[in-house]
Protein backbone atom coordinates (compact mmCIF):
# COMPACT_ATOMS: atom_id res chain seq x y z
CA UNK A 1 0.00 0.00 0.00
CA UNK A 2 1.20 3.28 -1.08
CA UNK A 3 2.33 6.29 1.81
CA UNK A 4 -0.65 8.05 0.92
CA UNK A 5 -3.19 5.60 1.09
CA UNK A 6 -1.78 4.50 4.57
CA UNK A 7 -2.26 8.09 5.27
CA UNK A 8 -6.20 8.28 4.13
CA UNK A 9 -6.41 4.85 6.17
CA UNK A 10 -4.66 6.20 9.50
CA UNK A 11 -2.12 3.47 9.35
CA UNK A 12 0.83 5.14 9.54
CA UNK A 13 3.05 3.64 12.12
CA UNK A 14 3.28 7.19 13.79
CA UNK A 15 -0.22 7.45 13.70
CA UNK A 16 -1.14 3.79 14.69
CA UNK A 17 -4.18 3.72 17.52
CA UNK A 18 -4.62 0.38 17.71
CA UNK A 19 -2.97 -2.85 16.65
CA UNK A 20 -4.57 -6.26 16.64
CA UNK A 21 -3.49 -9.73 15.85
CA UNK A 22 -5.93 -11.74 13.07
CA UNK A 23 -6.20 -15.40 14.11
CA UNK A 24 -8.73 -18.33 13.31
CA UNK A 25 -10.83 -20.65 15.46
CA UNK A 26 -12.65 -23.39 13.70
CA UNK A 27 -14.77 -25.81 15.45
CA UNK A 28 -15.76 -28.91 12.66
CA UNK A 29 -18.83 -31.40 13.36
CA UNK A 30 -19.65 -34.91 12.78
CA UNK A 31 -22.65 -36.72 13.55
CA UNK A 32 -23.48 -34.80 16.47
CA UNK A 33 -19.61 -34.69 17.58
CA UNK A 34 -17.07 -31.96 17.43
CA UNK A 35 -13.57 -32.43 17.07
CA UNK A 36 -11.38 -30.85 19.79
CA UNK A 37 -7.71 -30.65 20.18
CA UNK A 38 -6.09 -31.12 23.47
CA UNK A 39 -3.06 -28.83 23.38
CA UNK A 40 0.71 -30.12 23.50
CA UNK A 41 3.01 -29.55 26.08
CA UNK A 42 4.75 -26.55 23.99
CA UNK A 43 1.45 -24.61 23.95
CA UNK A 44 2.20 -22.68 26.83
CA UNK A 45 -1.01 -21.55 28.53
CA UNK A 46 -3.25 -23.63 26.79
CA UNK A 47 -0.92 -26.97 26.93
CA UNK A 48 -2.84 -29.99 28.24
CA UNK A 49 -6.53 -27.69 27.51
CA UNK A 50 -8.88 -28.41 24.93
CA UNK A 51 -9.64 -25.75 22.15
CA UNK A 52 -10.60 -25.75 18.32
CA UNK A 53 -8.37 -25.67 15.26
CA UNK A 54 -6.76 -22.39 14.05
CA UNK A 55 -4.19 -19.79 14.28
CA UNK A 56 -2.17 -17.10 12.83
CA UNK A 57 -3.54 -15.16 9.59
CA UNK A 58 0.03 -15.31 7.14
CA UNK A 59 0.65 -12.10 5.68
CA UNK A 60 -1.52 -11.91 2.55
CA UNK A 61 -3.67 -14.01 3.53
CA UNK A 62 -7.10 -13.54 4.04
CA UNK A 63 -9.18 -14.80 7.29
CA UNK A 64 -10.84 -17.81 5.92
CA UNK A 65 -8.26 -19.30 3.77
CA UNK A 66 -6.28 -18.85 6.96
CA UNK A 67 -9.02 -20.98 8.79
CA UNK A 68 -9.50 -23.42 5.76
CA UNK A 69 -4.67 -23.86 5.63
CA UNK A 70 -5.26 -24.34 9.68
CA UNK A 71 -7.50 -27.19 9.61
CA UNK A 72 -4.86 -28.95 6.65
CA UNK A 73 -1.95 -28.35 8.68
CA UNK A 74 -3.69 -29.39 12.24
CA UNK A 75 -6.28 -32.52 11.18
CA UNK A 76 -5.27 -32.98 7.61
CA UNK A 77 -8.57 -32.60 6.67
CA UNK A 78 -10.26 -30.75 3.68
CA UNK A 79 -13.60 -29.68 3.87
CA UNK A 80 -16.77 -28.28 1.36
CA UNK A 81 -17.50 -25.28 3.23
CA UNK A 82 -17.05 -23.09 6.33
CA UNK A 83 -19.16 -21.20 8.04
CA UNK A 84 -18.42 -17.63 9.66
CA UNK A 85 -20.31 -17.92 13.12
CA UNK A 86 -18.69 -15.11 15.44
CA UNK A 87 -15.71 -12.43 15.73
CA UNK A 88 -14.09 -11.95 19.01
CA UNK A 89 -12.00 -8.51 19.74
CA UNK A 90 -9.52 -9.74 22.33
CA UNK A 91 -7.71 -6.82 24.61
CA UNK A 92 -6.78 -6.02 28.00
CA UNK A 93 -3.95 -3.34 29.25
CA UNK A 94 -1.17 -6.17 29.92
CA UNK A 95 -1.55 -6.79 26.00
CA UNK A 96 0.95 -5.10 23.55
CA UNK A 97 -1.75 -5.69 20.67
CA UNK A 98 -5.28 -7.20 20.51
CA UNK A 99 -6.62 -10.01 18.78
CA UNK A 100 -8.73 -10.08 16.59
CA UNK A 101 -10.20 -13.76 16.43
CA UNK A 102 -12.65 -15.07 13.41
CA UNK A 103 -14.69 -18.46 14.72
CA UNK A 104 -16.29 -20.62 12.13
CA UNK A 105 -17.49 -23.63 12.11
CA UNK A 106 -18.02 -26.43 9.66
CA UNK A 107 -19.49 -30.36 8.96
CA UNK A 108 -17.05 -33.13 7.81
CA UNK A 109 -17.89 -36.34 6.20
CA UNK A 110 -15.61 -38.19 8.19
CA UNK A 111 -13.17 -38.10 11.46
CA UNK A 112 -10.54 -38.77 10.14
CA UNK A 113 -7.51 -36.68 11.26
CA UNK A 114 -3.31 -37.07 10.77
CA UNK A 115 -1.34 -36.64 14.09
CA UNK A 116 0.57 -33.33 14.39
CA UNK A 117 2.54 -31.48 16.91
CA UNK A 118 -0.01 -29.13 18.27
CA UNK A 119 -1.41 -31.65 20.39
CA UNK A 120 -3.94 -34.45 20.23
CA UNK A 121 -7.29 -34.61 18.29
CA UNK A 122 -10.50 -35.70 20.08
CA UNK A 123 -13.82 -36.03 18.68
CA UNK A 124 -16.53 -35.70 21.56
CA UNK A 125 -20.40 -35.36 21.92
CA UNK A 126 -20.95 -31.44 21.97
CA UNK A 127 -22.98 -31.62 25.02
CA UNK A 128 -20.06 -33.47 26.80
CA UNK A 129 -17.29 -31.31 25.87
CA UNK A 130 -18.45 -28.65 28.90
CA UNK A 131 -16.56 -31.89 30.90
CA UNK A 132 -13.49 -31.19 29.43
CA UNK A 133 -10.48 -29.01 30.56
CA UNK A 134 -11.55 -26.36 28.13
CA UNK A 135 -9.39 -23.61 27.31
CA UNK A 136 -11.31 -20.30 29.68
CA UNK A 137 -13.23 -18.82 27.08
CA UNK A 138 -14.73 -21.55 25.65
CA UNK A 139 -16.87 -22.23 28.72
CA UNK A 140 -18.99 -19.00 27.93
CA UNK A 141 -18.74 -19.41 24.18
CA UNK A 142 -20.01 -23.01 24.30
CA UNK A 143 -23.72 -22.57 23.96
CA UNK A 144 -23.23 -19.85 21.41
CA UNK A 145 -20.93 -22.30 19.32
CA UNK A 146 -23.18 -25.30 20.01
CA UNK A 147 -26.32 -24.15 18.79
CA UNK A 148 -25.18 -21.80 16.21
CA UNK A 149 -26.38 -22.99 12.23
CA UNK A 150 -25.39 -21.78 8.94
CA UNK A 151 -27.67 -18.55 8.25
CA UNK A 152 -28.14 -17.60 12.02
CA UNK A 153 -26.94 -13.84 12.70
CA UNK A 154 -23.31 -13.71 13.35
CA UNK A 155 -22.25 -12.87 16.77
CA UNK A 156 -19.30 -10.35 18.24
CA UNK A 157 -17.74 -10.95 21.68
CA UNK A 158 -15.46 -8.03 23.21
CA UNK A 159 -13.02 -10.17 25.91
CA UNK A 160 -10.94 -7.45 28.41
CA UNK A 161 -8.44 -8.92 30.59
CA UNK A 162 -8.38 -6.49 33.59
CA UNK A 163 -4.93 -5.80 35.24
CA UNK A 164 -4.84 -8.65 37.27
CA UNK A 165 -5.29 -10.70 34.48
CA UNK A 166 -9.14 -11.51 34.68
CA UNK A 167 -11.39 -11.95 31.92
CA UNK A 168 -14.44 -10.25 31.42
CA UNK A 169 -16.33 -11.58 27.72
CA UNK A 170 -19.45 -9.42 26.69
CA UNK A 171 -21.67 -10.60 23.28
CA UNK A 172 -23.76 -8.19 21.12
CA UNK A 173 -26.04 -9.44 18.52
CA UNK A 174 -26.01 -7.82 15.32
CA UNK A 175 -29.59 -6.50 14.78
CA UNK A 176 -29.28 -5.86 11.04
CA UNK A 177 -31.45 -3.47 9.06
CA UNK A 178 -35.30 -3.86 9.51
Not at 71 to 95: D, M, N, R, V, W
Not at 128 to 152: C, F, I, N, S, Y
Amino acid sequence: MSTEKQANQNISPHQMRYVAVPRTLVFLSHQGQVLLLKGGAQKGWWAGKYNGLGGHVETGEDFLSAAYREISEEAGIKLGQLFLCGTIHICGPQLESGVALFVFRGEVESQDCFPNDEGTHHWVQWQKALGLDLVEDLRTLWPRLQTWQPGDVSWFALYQFDAEGHLRITFSEFQGAG
